[in-house]
């Protein structure tokens, strides 16, 4: 009787979930009128070719930048942009940053349009063309920087200008704001932002870079998604230290101090932190999960009940999906003798750990202490970035931003999601929760592959849909 019982608790248990992973399915888009858009895509091809060629580039430690091209930069999108520059306020903002103030109707709740202009270095022999070229070949732009962000900095130059051009007065005040050292964590970006909170504005929208339109990168479905950074997660460059006796290799002690770090380390990768069902991680899933197969929509539609299986494939797998559920730790540096025959005084680990805003700095440090089991061992914490605030879904900002992207990628499936890179937007969440991250095209894993790395290039074809997607939201604000 009582198997018979089990039996009938087990099976009633897997229709609730079959029932809810049935209930689970894709909600009804409304149907858009297009904004028509007109623009000289061959000047602003044109244009974006020149700024390419300007070597912009930026280092951590600032040594061998070189000024005067920063310097040819200003001056050639004062050129390019003569509107912009004349209709709207222009300052010069830290050492880099690039602030355009557009007057409208209000000024009350102003909007903000980001991007960064400096690159990455570049080791030219490994490239299989000139990165600084500019070339056009085969539909495509040449060039460091065509996706990373010169794309988007052009882009919103060329639609403002058009919209100036047209006459166009935006409902609220538009803020046009660039940093040409977003790559090395410059101040610009955080001067900025302090600027135009200094004003006691509420700033209704902020769009910085983020996620893209992409594909196949979601389990049980196809579907092109178009993925919005409603947050991001926070950065800790950790340090780890034990120190004791130094002395000859030829009489080493029962336990080494490499042996004592190396083992600790092992603990830690084994033990990570739990998981966490957030924000944007559980949007994410309501709005992709409802495209699945049906067997991944009953792991998806019933979250809570599976999150022990999800935890342990993040466990066993790493990779993005671990990445969005946990604050992760990336062992990257060891230190110990500088001598292959002298055993050190003290050895050395460095772990790059990416935060979840709900795990506070004293709970990573509390849990490397704990599962590391290493005696006498001190951490040193040289940088840390807390998480951001996550950005709000059911206010005019977003609604307008997911309008205007299913206006340029129609069969899109837009959703938020947490971006686990930095970027200079976490400047504004400190003081706004209308803050997202979108660059605005479409991009293959080859393309979002070439993001700081080789032979770097941009299908002209679908930046000019980024040029229709910042034309159609910019004169909604």
Known sequence: MFWKFLLILILVFIGFLVYRACKFVPEKKEALEKTEVDLDFDQAISNFSEIIKIPTVSHTDGVGEDEE??????????????RVFEQTTFEKVGRRGFLFHWKGQKETNPSVFMAHYDVVPVDEAKWTFDPFSGQIKDGYLFGRGTLDTKGTFVAVLETAEKLLKEGFVPED?????????????????????????SKNHEV???????????????????????????????????????????GHASQPPAKSLVGKLSKGLVNIENHPMPIHLNPPFVELIDKVGRYASLPIRIVLANLKIFKPILNLAGKKLGGELNALMRTSFALTTLEGSKQINVMPPSVEAGINIRCLKEDSKDDILDHIKKVSKIENLDLEVPFY????????????????????????????IVSPYLMIAASDSRHYSKF????????????????????????????LEEWKNTLRFYYRIMKRM
């Open 69 to 82: 091209v920063f310097d040819k930069m200003l001056e050639s999108i004062k050129s390019f942009y003569p």
């Open 385 to 412: 970035e807390p998480a951001s605030n996550y950005s709000k879904t059911d206010v005019d900002g977003y609604k307008l931003l997911e309008k205007s992207i299913n206006e340029t990628w129609e069969d899109a």
């Open 432 to 459: 706004s929760d209308r803050v997202y991250r979108f660059s605005a095209m479409e991009m293959t894993k080859e393309e979002r592959g070439l993001i700081h790395g080789e032979d770097e290039k941009i299908r």
């Open 204 to 246: 209704k929208f902020v769009l910085d870079e983020g996620g893209a339109v992409v594909e196949n990168i979601f389990p049980g479905t196809d579907n092109r998604i178009a993925v919005i950074g409603i947050g991001e997660k926070g950065v800790m460059d950790l340090k780890l230290k034990v120190g004791g006796k130094g």
């Open 173 to 197: 005040d538009i803020y046009l704001a660039f940093s040409g050292e977003e790559e090395p964590h410059g101040p610009s970006a955080d001067l900025i932002a302090q600027k135009i909170h």
